[in-house]
């Protein structure tokens, strides 16, 4: 496609070429299948949040489509706008533009290691809630500056959402308030992450983003009109279509926690497209950092501690192995 080749210089140098040789090919059980099903996903009505239904969904897909969010449609249209704006810079200019605390990630969406295999992808890390980017400059020169802003102000209306939902699920689960006060904190720590899945010369090679779970509480997914994203439901892999205006939501492995693995933390991935650029904006909600997570099927843990752990099973292994490490093990 034209403007993906007109971009050549904004993509990773690694991306450039037309096959790099780079990153292990996929597990011959990964291959997507040639059409995967377009997979029925469950709708959730925040305006007329139905708790039980709620719950259903949680507990037998884990993922769902929110309608009635009440996120403006021009603030998700404007955010997904500047993101390829600023995305198609070039490669240098993105890595110096976005500094601390904002960082230009790119093969992989782990910050600190690598996973085993590259991913075609690359985006910003914003985190959000800090102090600094309360102070709105929206007249700034600085484009990366604007765009936290504008990140931010979108972060305030993900934040709302993943306290509601949480709050629904919270009563549902009948966790105790006081005891689970820190499982979910909407400003701090939390991130949003805004992704260009640039066009993969070879995409029976590489995934735009291979299969895993988020270590989140839940995340939202907001995705501009290609597709790509897909979701793991009975063993088999399902398109997600995106459809504008609405937002994605799937749970992460603090919610199975907090569920005793009654709830799902669903897997997903996102194919690369051979031909077309794709942008994402997701929304990541976590625990905070030193609240103490106790669950009947895990060893008690802090978030803090999680965090530790993936990074080094992915230095490691290359490879997050998430629940499973403090999983309690069967007796038998
Ligand atoms: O960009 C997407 O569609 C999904 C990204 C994702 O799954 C993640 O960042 O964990
Ligand atoms: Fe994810």
Same mark, same amino acid.
């Given at each position: 496609m034209e403007e993906a080749a007109g971009n050549d210089a904004s993509y990773p140098p690694l991306f450039r070429r037309p096959d790099?040789?780079?990153?292990?090919?996929?597990? %011959?059980?990964?291959q997507p299948a040639p059409a995967n099903p377009v997979f029925e996903v469950p709708v959730i009505d925040l305006e007329h949040l139905d708790p039980v239904r709620l719950e259903e969904v949680c507990r037998s897909v884990g993922l769902f489509r929110i309608a009635n969010h009440g996120v403006p449609s021009a603030l998700m249209d404007r955010l997904l706008d500047q993101a390829r704006v600023l995305l198609s810079l070039p490669f240098e200019s993105k890595q110096t533009l976005f500094s601390d605390p904002m960082s230009y990630i790119w093969g992989t969406p782990s910050l600190g290691a690598k996973l085993s295999n590259l991913n075609w992808v690359e985006g910003f890390h914003i985190p959000l809630g800090q102090p600094k980017s309360k102070g709105h400059d929206l007249g700034s020169q600085d484009s990366a500056a604007s765009f936290r802003c504008l990140a931010d102000e979108y972060g305030q209306h993900m934040a709302a959402i993943a306290r509601t939902l949480f709050n629904a699920v919270a %009563?549902?689960?009948?966790?105790?308030?006081?005891?689970?006060a820190s499982y979910l904190s909407e400003f701090d720590g939390t991130f949003v992450r805004v992704y260009r899945y640039p066009c993969c010369p070879d995409i029976d090679k590489y995934f735009g983003m291979g299969p895993h779970t988020d270590s989140s509480v839940l995340s939202?997914?907001?995705?501009?009109?290609?597709?790509?994203f897909q979701v793991l439901h009975d063993n088999q892999w399902f398109h997600v279509a995106p459809i504008p205006g609405t937002l994605i939501v799937n749970l992460g492995d603090m919610m199975q926690v907090y569920s005793?693995?009654?709830?799902?933390?669903?897997?997903?991935?996102?194919l690369a497209n051979r031909s077309e650029d794709r942008i994402s904006v997701c929304y990541f909600a976590f625990p905070m950092e030193d609240?103490?997570?106790?669950s009947s099927r895990y060893k008690a843990f802090t978030y803090g501690e999680w965090k530790a752990k993936v990074l080094e099973d992915i230095k490691a292994t290359g490879d997050k192995l998430g629940l499973a490490r403090f999983r309690i093990r069967d007796p038998s």
């Open positions: 790099p040789d780079t990153g292990s090919s996929r597990d %011959a059980d990964q %009563a549902r689960l009948k966790l105790d308030a006081k005891k689970t939202i997914l907001c995705q501009d009109e290609l597709g790509g005793n693995d009654e709830y799902k933390s669903v897997r997903h991935r996102v609240g103490l997570i106790v």
